[in-house]
């Protein structure tokens, strides 16, 4: 069924491998999803994405293909915020996820820059860095790049996550891959589930 917190563009994203699809091979995984559009209007769709250099469209006779443009790729915070959008939850679960996945896989605390980044406003629940880890923090993203504030707060995860973080992690590996068709949509039983 349509998701009526992902708009079309992201579904269309979401589903596009850097090799590539048709029209029809697009419209019929939108059929699958339960997203009812006419190919000529897809078509007119792709076509506007296309000229805003979001997809790139190419002619593979006898159809047209269209891929992700490499310039748009989404940073690490647009990613995990995509994965984690995707979990169950309210907000400040969801921000409690998205500290414990970043301190899990930065290895260091995090900063309400970061949060923010990532779509996710407050302070989760958790603890506040000591000196010395804020300190370490700031100088690794330095490195890469980016600027904190002195008033950044940074923050240290106290939860445990770690099978969401797995689901999450797992996540981005698909979408950076671009392997999401290869994927099961059901949920496999366990033996023990019965």
Do not use: W
């Amino acid at each position: 069924m349509f998701e009526l917190d992902k708009d079309l563009k992201t579904i269309i994203l979401e589903h596009l491998s850097d090799d590539g699809l048709s029209i029809s091979a697009l419209s019929r995984i939108l059929n699958e999803k339960g997203i009812k559009i006419h190919r000529l209007e897809l078509s007119g769709y792709l076509k506007a994405m296309s000229d805003m250099n979001v997809l790139r469209a190419r002619e593979v006779k006898p159809s047209k293909v269209f891929s992700p443009c490499q310039s748009k790729r989404k940073n690490i915070y647009e990613q995990i915020e995509d994965a984690i959008r995707q979990e169950e939850g309210d907000e400040d679960k969801r921000a409690n996820l998205a500290l414990f996945t970043m301190s899990k896989l930065f290895k260091r605390a995090v900063f309400e820059k970061e949060l923010r980044m990532c779509g996710f406003i407050g302070s989760p629940n958790c603890r506040k860095a000591s000196e010395k880890e804020r300190t370490e923090a700031s100088q690794i993203l330095a490195k890469a790049g980016m600027r904190i504030s002195p008033s950044d707060i940074a923050y240290v995860s106290n939860a445990n996550l770690n099978q969401a973080y797995h689901r999450i992690i797992a996540n981005l590996l698909i979408e950076s891959a671009g392997i999401r068709q290869y994927i099961s949509e059901t949920k496999q039983k366990t033996l023990m589930e019965g």
